[in-house]
Each structure stands twice: as structure tokens, then as C-alpha cells.
């Protein structure tokens, strides 16, 4: 071995990610669908056409200069849709997991921290939450009537109230990997001695677990929440597939693939582009999240 | 060990009592309750009428009474009429279970008997290219959306090859074990391939750990065959880990049931579910969840005592944590 500079921490995490071709290729790939999908109105007008607007005379087109994709059972564009079905699921995939974990992170730092009759009440309500049929529960939570939560109705009428909704959903059911990971790992920063002298110099349990645990403890939570967003994603299609999710005529591509369901006898290509996109999406995100934790945890090198 | 499985079956009960009362109210919450539907398909009902037969019906009284009586009927096995179906819910859900038990079963075998023997071999080469594709293959298993990998079967065997019906339990005015089965082969399928994936990863996995331990090595130097390093010592050990896998993931099969269900048009818990949730069904809804609920709480409880007697190694006091 030759003798070089000392590499710096994020370096060498960061030539560990970078030996994993797969999760580069991902991060790639997950980049252009990002900017491919938030620039969605941008080629909408480029192509002058309109995502929403049907043409019955220009059903089922094959692709063509001026759909590049063709057009989908109601002439609507299928290219602009699929861009708009993917703004829908990166946003509930990114959201659902940045709520989830930040939830998961409060409770698991109070949990671990406090212990006792906390931590016992919040493990079981945990264990309660693991212990739920996950997708009928949450088909249970998409039908909830709004209007008898007492909800104003400036929310319940508004556009986005099915993007919300979904959001929140699937982060209700979603934070126990994170707080079990960070309740474990602040169980055995609290014993440690800067832990220890932090604590005897006077520092409150607020500036503890926000200066000295939650830093030890954020690769876990990186390496989990990433794992987490392929399974939201599946979740949100899933659910926008079984007529739950996103509510047409707003694109998601679950939603598209419903319909492609329906026309399988007279089109069955239309079942192809939405579900690979979810299928290239979701294996990006595992992909990415398998490489972070490679290069975060040295130990896990299986 | 008796006072501990005592001890799960209690923590799970108040459990299923949380959940069923948490259920009870969210489905309180869904959108029209059943006198609101009558009242909407029957114009000569006037608001005193719809009163009256919410206070026949308890509508009126406050949550927790309802759930209450609702409690004291389920625990006698009494939980009313389905609204949909026109009859008493225990009649609905009994051949529903069967079908659903029946999809779950065979799905469950076909996916272990692909996942084991693909599990072993990747980890008994590990790191080379074999290894890479099953690895891959894991990858895509847990990757692909299940309802898209369904449709695309559907595309391949129903619509281009016309082999499979695309839907249904059986064909109208034939019938017979036969035509039963050719209708079985796409949703079992389907749901195989939904979990295959994540059995050879977890598979593989425990081979590759137990393949590290010391008995391994032991073993190999007594000059024991390869074949019976794998089979007798390796597998054996690294089949433990598995059972508990298996019955954790029992939820998700039946998550993955209820989309093939929906999808296939077969007639088991998860579509009976669905469509109770959709149509309203109040009290059909409430029995198919808590049903759901008791398979993933049956599935923990497993694991833990499972782990528990067949591993010597493993004390309760370790599996409690």
C-alpha cells in the first residue's frame, strides 16, 4: 500500500458509494426522472399539448412526432402523463419517508432516552403498529370521509387534499423502522462517556439528543429512510391502482395502470411504460439505499 | 415457556382489542352510513323516518356504547348481517377463508421451493456471478409492482396466448376440480412471484452466516462430503432464521392476497375486504380487518415461539428484546 494523504472521512464514504455502480447508476437515473418529471410543464408546452385535455378522435395513437409515446385510451398525451404520474409518486415517496422519519426519529429519541414507563408505552404502541395488516388498514384510511373528521372543507375541496392524504398515510404506518433504530442506538450512545460528561456539565436532554446522539445516529436513519421510499412509492401506486390513491383526472401511474387493466383485451400495451416506470423507480431507490449503506456502515459488509 | 406464551397470548389479545376498537371507529368514519344510504335510494323516506330507524339500530347512541355492544355480540361469535351479501357475516367469510387459505398455501410452498435451493446456491458461491444474478433477481422480486407484474402475466398467458382465464374462480356452467385449478394457476403465480424475492434474499443470507460458523469448519475437517456439509449441518440450521421470516411476513401475504384477490376476481378475505370497505359494508368490513389484524398477530406470535423451541440456543429472555 502506498503511503498518501489521510483521506477524510466523507471521501472514503464517498469512494465506498462510488464503488457501488449499481447505486451511482440509480442516483443517476433517479436525477433525470426528477428533472424529467418537475420539468413535466416545460415539455408539456414544448410538445403543445395538454396533460389533461382528451381528443377522442386521436385514441390509442401509436407514437409520433407529436406524442412521442403515442396517446393513451382518451388521446390524452402519454409521455406528459407519465411525467406528471412521476412528479406524483416522488413527491409522496420523498414526503411520506421524510415524515415518517422525522416522526420515527422524535420517538425513538425519547423512547431510548427516557426509558421507562416511555419507553414502554411507546415500544408497545410501536408493536401495535407493526402488528397491523398494513394495506387493508391504510384502504381503511384512504376511505375515512374528510368531511366527518370535521375537517374545513377549504381543505377537504382542495385539489391536493388526495396527495396529502396519502402522504400522511403511509407515514402514519411508516416510522416504526426508524424509531426502533434510533431508540437502539440511543441506548448505547447514553451509556458512552462523552454522553456521560455532556450530561454531567450540565447539558439538558434537549441539546444531548440533538447535539451529541442524533449526529451518531443519522446514518441508520439515512440508510433506512432511502430503503423506505421504493416501498412508499409501491404503496402509493398500489393504492392510486386500486382506485385510493391519487384521484383522476390527475396522472399517477397506478391510477393509468387501472385503466390499462380494463383495456387489456383491446390494448394491452398500454399496461407497459407506467408499470415499468414504477418497477425502474423503486429498484433505483433500493439500489441507492443498498450502496448508502455499504458506504455509511463499514461493518455491514455482507 | 408457559407462563411467556400465556403472557403473548394476553399482550396479543389487548392488542387485537386496541385494534378492533381503533378499527371500529375509523370504519364509524367512512363515507355514509347505511340508514344515509337508504335514505338516498328511497325518496319516501322523510328525516323522522331516518331517525327513528337510526335509533332502531343504535346509530344514535355515542361510539363507545355501540363498540361496546358490538364487543358483546363478537364474543359470542355474533356479528350481524353483511348489508352486500344478505346474509349473517360468520356465512360469508367461511368459504372466503377457505380460498384465501387455499392461494396463501400454495403460493407459500411454490415460493419456498424456488427461493430455498436458489437461497443455498448463491451463498455457497458467494460473490461470483451466479451470486450477482440472484442477487438481482432478489432486487427486481421486491422491486416489482405485484398488480403490474400480475397484468403482465395476464398479458402474456390470457390475452396473447389464450392458455389461462384472465379472471374468475371458475367457468360459469362448467365447473369441476380441473377448472378450478386452470383458474388457480395465474393469481397463485402471481403471488409466488410477489415473495419469492425476499425469501432467496433472507435465504441466502442465513446460508451464508451459518456457512461461516465453527461447526462448519468442524465438520469439513472430520471429512464430512460436501453434499452433507450443505444438507445435514449447513441447511438445517440456516432453515431456523426462515420459519421466523415466514411467519413475520404473514401480513404481507396477505397484503399481497388482497391485490391479487382484487386482481384475479377471486374470491377470498382480501377482495371480500376490499369491496366490504368500498360497499359500505360496515359490519363485513369491521370482521375481514380484525380477521387481517389476528393473521399478522398469529404470524409475531409464531416467530417468537417458533424461534424459541427450535433452537436450543435462543432463551426467552433474549427473544423478548
Known sequence: MSVTAPESMNWRMGKRFMRHRMAVASLCLI????????GAPVIEAALDVDADKTNLFNRSATPSLDHPLGTDELGRDLLVRLLYGGRVSLIVGLAAAAVAAVAG????????????????ILMRVTDGVIALPLLPLLIVLAAVDLTKLGLPTVLTESENVSLYRIVLIISFVGWTTVARLVRAETLTLKRREFIRAAISQGAGAGRVMRVHILPNAISPIIVATTLSIGNIILLESVLSFLGLGIQPPAASWGAMLTNAQELIWANPTLAIWPGLLIFVTVIAFNFLGDGLQDALDPRALD | MFRYVIGRVLESLIVLLVVSFAIYGLIGLMPGDPIDLMIQSDPNLSPADAKRLKALHGLDQPIVDRYIAWLRGAVQGEFGYSRNHGRLVTNVIGPRITNTGLLLGLSLILSLTIAIPIGVYAALKPYSRADYLVNLFCFAGISIPPFWLALLLIILFSVTLGWLPA?????VGKGGFFDRLHHMVLPVLALTLASVGEFTRFMRASMLQTLRQDFIRTARAKGVSQPRVVVNHALRNALLPMVTIIALSLGRLFSGALITETMFSWLGMGKMIYDAILGNDYNLALVGLMFATLLTLIGNFLADIGYVWLDPRVTLSKART
Open chain 1, 31 to 38: 436525477a433525470l426522472l426528477a428533472m424529467a418529471s418537475f
Open chain 1, 105 to 120: 426519529t422524535f420517538i425513538g429519541l425519547l423512547a431510548g432516552y427516557y426509558g421507562g414507563w416511555l419507553d414502554s
Open chain 2, 167 to 171: 379472471s374468475g374462480m371458475e367457468t
